[in-house]
């Protein structure tokens, strides 16, 4: 398997535009996260799907901010209106499920995006 | 709110040494426990793992074993290589009803020749 797909691998924009970060999770995987990576914050999730329905979106930071999964092999991260400080590294990842133990809950991480809004 | 605490890095090691990063918990029931590596330039991936206490988690000469007791789950290896050299993250999921990672701030390995 080709594994996670993140693209664009790099994205700079300016600040008020709007941005769209995509995701190719493995197929078969029934969860799909997005994460996002700062200095000042480190590592955070900010939403996750199961089986393309969004089950916890408390991450997210604010409304400027919206995922989407229309079908299992895509989802969708949007900005809109992009501000400086949403400059990071966004990462996509997919699991097989929940259930700890084995690889089921093993989450597999696309290369990331790295975003920068001037 | 749960949470997890990683030493400071950076971590300079000579090859050859042995390796040890910190990593604590606080979390409420009993969560499962992972490491990731971040290498330049890449996603994360999945080093190790252990879902109860006592249960040692073990991937390509690395160990860590969940202790309950101290709320620990710290990484060592014997004999660390030049190619090790990376971003070390401790995480926690804190049930098997929610898909949501909490991760530590990283520590960066360097490995030297």
């Known amino acids: 398997d080709a594994g996670v797909i993140q693209s664009p691998r790099h994205e700079v924009t300016e600040m008020g535009q709007e941005v769209t970060l995509r995701c190719k999770p493995i197929?078969?995987?029934?969860?799909l996260f997005w994460y996002r990576q700062t200095m000042m914050r480190g590592l955070e999730l900010l939403i996750y799907?199961?089986?393309?329905?969004?089950?916890?979106d408390s991450g997210m930071p604010e409304d400027r901010f919206s995922a989407k999964m229309p079908n299992a092999s895509f989802s969708t991260l949007k900005i809109q209106p992009s501000e400086p400080r949403d400059s990071a590294v966004y990462f996509c990842?997919?699991?097989?499920?929940?259930?700890?133990?084995?690889?089921?809950?093993?989450?597999?991480f696309g290369p990331g995006t790295r975003l920068t809004v001037l | 709110g749960d949470s997890v605490t990683q030493m400071e890095g950076p971590v300079t090691l000579s090859e050859e040494a042995f390796l040890t990063i910190n990593c604590t918990y606080t979390?409420?029931?009993?969560?499962?426990l992972f490491w990731y590596v971040q290498y330049p330039g890449e996603g994360l991936q999945l080093l190790l793992k252990?879902?109860?206490?006592?249960d040692k988690g073990s991937n390509k000469g690395f160990e860590a074993t969940y202790r309950k007791e101290t709320t620990s789950f710290h990484l060592e290896k014997g004999s660390v290589q030049v190619s090790d050299s990376a971003v070390y993250f401790c995480?926690?999921?804190?049930?098997?009803?929610?898909?949501?990672?909490?991760f530590g701030q990283g520590t960066t390995l360097q490995v030297k020749p």
């Open positions: 252990a879902t109860k206490a006592d």
């Open positions: 799907f199961n089986n393309n329905v969004p089950i916890d």
């Open positions: 197929s078969g995987h029934d969860y």
């Open positions: 990842a997919s699991s097989l499920g929940l259930l700890a133990g084995g690889r089921t809950d093993t989450q597999y």
């Open positions: 979390a409420t029931g009993y969560p499962s």
């Open positions: 995480a926690l999921r804190s049930s098997s009803n929610t898909g949501k990672l909490i």
